[in-house]
């Protein structure tokens, strides 16, 4: 069973999200012949007060 676990910054919709998250499902389909009901995405989101890029918070930028 194939399982991606993407880790995002917030700040994306919800309908962003689902999309992401199908054609990630496709491609995984695709590139491993996986049946796609045993493809499982999770996605994490970060707050951006809790994630630093270059000693900067993304919240700050």
């Known amino acids: 069973m194939p399982f ?13 999200l689902k999309a ?4 990630i499902t496709d491609a995984v389909e695709k590139n491993t012949g996986a049946p ?3 493809i499982k995405v ?12 270059g ?3 993304r919240s700050e930028k």
């Open 20 to 23: 992401m998250m199908s054609d």
């Open 4 to 16: 991606v676990h993407v880790e995002l910054v917030e700040g994306r919709t919800p309908e962003q």
């Open 55 to 57: 000693g900067t918070l």
């Open 42 to 53: 999770i996605v994490d989101e970060m707050r951006a007060d809790r994630f630093m890029d």
């Open 36 to 38: 796609r009901a045993a």
